[in-house]
């Protein structure tokens, strides 16, 4: 099966999601939520502009962790969207942030 140059990107951080996500679950059980944690939104992801690049981070408890990087021309975007990457994009889950880089990278 041959991947599509277009595709490439978003199979590599699938595997790096999937590696992380493995790795984190084996360390510890997920805690379980409190009423509080219920009704608000927690973001999985931080997509942003780092060196040039947009990359990809993982929160891991009170971390992050960069799993992936791609190229891209951020300075071609509209000023709102290199704003936004430069603060950083909070993102749900994996469909989220599939549906963001397919966005921003060509």
Do not use: H, N, W
């Not at 219920?38 to 009170?62: I, N």
């Amino acid at each position: 099966m041959r991947i599509s140059k277009k595709m490439l990107p978003f199979c590599i951080l699938t595997a790096c999601v999937l590696s992380v996500t493995g790795l984190s679950q084996r360390r510890s059980p997920a805690p379980q939520p409190s009423s509080t944690q219920t009704s608000a939104v927690t973001f999985r992801y931080l997509l942003r502009e780092d060196a040039g690049e947009l990359a990809v981070y993982v929160f891991e408890g009170a971390q992050m962790q960069r799993i992936a990087a791609f190229e891209a021309v951020i300075g071609d975007l509209p000023e709102a969207d290199r704003q936004a990457l430069r603060t950083g994009i909070a993102i749900r889950d994996a469909a989220q942030l599939q549906q963001t880089l397919e966005d921003y990278l060509p």
